[in-house]
C-alpha cells in the first residue's frame, strides 16, 4: 500500500518539485480579467508577474472543487493507496471544506489536513511529510506527528510596496500613498490560518532586523527541518541581499536552505519584491 501526499498551488511547490518528490498539487484556478489559468500550469510564476504589473485588475483565485478531489481521492482509493491531503488554510479559502465533503465518499485511507497555513510555510509542512514516508512511516503515524509539528511552522514577510494591497481593497489609497512615500514595508505573518500584520518597518535595513527579531522570539530555525527562503517578482535581488543581511541565522547550515517563487496566493497581494522565510522552531 503506497502512501500518496498531495497539496495545492498555494504551496508554492512547483510541478517539476512536486515530481521530483513523487507528489501530487493540484493547481489554484487564477483569473485575470474573464482568462482563467491554472496555478504553476499555464501560468508560470515570471508570467504571473509579469501580468500582475501590466494590469490596473487585481487577479482572483478560486477554491479547489469538491469534483476535482474527488477524482483525485476516487483513483488513489481504486489502487488501495493511503493518501494525505494538505490543504492550504481554512482561514482564507473553502478548499478545505471541498476537500472534506469529497473525502465522505471514501475509505478511512483518505486523510485531510488543514496546515493553517500557505505560500512555503505550507511548503515546509508538505515537505517535512514526504521525509517522514522516506522513513518508512506509515501515514496514520505521519499525520500524527506532521498535526503536532505544523504548530511550530512559521512564516514571515516583507512587502517591499503597498500599492497591490491597496488594489486588492486591503488598504486605503491614502494611507498606501503617505506608506510608499515614507517607503513604509509592512511586515507580516500567517496567525490562526490568517495574514496578520505585525508591524511596519521604515527602510530596507529596518525590515530585515524585524525579520530577524521575529524568528528569534518564535523559537529560532530547527535547522534538522526544513526551511525556506521565498521572493515574489522577477528577480531575487531583494533576497539575497536579505539572506546576506540575516546570515547568523543560519550560519553554518547554508546548504540547508531552499528557495521559492511565490505564487499568486501571495503575490498577489504582495507586489514584485517582497521577501519570505518559512521555517519549523526548535523543540
Known amino acids: 500500500m503506497a502512501i500518496r501526499i498531495v497539496t495545492d498551488s498555494a504551496s508554492d511547490i512547483s510541478q517539476e518539485l512536486a515530481k521530483k518528490w513523487d507528489i501530487t498539487v493540484i493547481p489554484l484556478n487564477v483569473r485575470f480579467g474573464e482568462r482563467e489559468f491554472l496555478d504553476g500550469v499555464t501560468l508560470s510564476g515570471p508570467d504571473f508577474y509579469k501580468k500582475l504589473v501590466e494590469t490596473d485588475e487585481i487577479p482572483k483565485t478560486s477554491q479547489i472543487s469538491p469534483y476535482e478531489y474527488s477524482r483525485i481521492f476516487e483513483e488513489a482509493d481504486k489502487a488501495g493507496d493511503e493518501l494525505i491531503y494538505f490543504s492550504l488554510s481554512s482561514g482564507v479559502s473553502g478548499s478545505y471544506q471541498s476537500a472534506l465533503i469529497a473525502a465522505q465518499d471514501y475509505s478511512d485511507n483518505i486523510h485531510v489536513l488543514d496546515t493553517r497555513q500557505f505560500c512555503i510555510s505550507e511548503y515546509i509542512i508538505v515537505q517535512r511529510a514526504v521525509e517522514m514516508r522516506s522513513l518508512g512511516m506509515n501515514a496514520r503515524e505521519i499525520v500524527e506527528k506532521i498535526s503536532e509539528e505544523m504548530k511550530k511552522a512559521h512564516v514571515i514577510a516583507v512587502f517591499d510596496t503597498l500599492e497591490y494591497l491597496k488594489l486588492g481593497g486591503r488598504l486605503p489609497a491614502a494611507a498606501a500613498f503617505v506608506g510608499n512615500l515614507l517607503m513604509i514595508k509592512p511586515v ?43 521572493y515574489t517578482g522577477l528577480s531575487d535581488e531583494m533576497l539575497k541581499k536579505y539572506v546576506e543581511d540575516s546570515k547568523v541565522l543560519y550560519e553554518g547550515h547554508e546548504d540547508k536552505l531552499q528557495y521559492a517563487v511565490v505564487g499568486a496566493t501571495i503575490g498577489t497581494y504582495a507586489g514584485p519584491g517582497a521577501i519570505a522565510l518559512a521555517y519549523f522552531e526548535k523543540a
Do not use: Y
Open 188 to 230: 507580516i505573518t500567517i496567525e490562526d490560518g490568517q495574514v496578520k500584520v505585525i508591524g511596519k518597518a521604515r527602510g530596507s535595513k529596518n525590515s530585515h532586523n524585524m525579520l530577524m527579531e521575529f524568528v528569534r522570539n518564535h523559537g529560532g530555525i530547527d535547522m534538522d527541518k526544513p526551511a525556506c527562503l521565498g
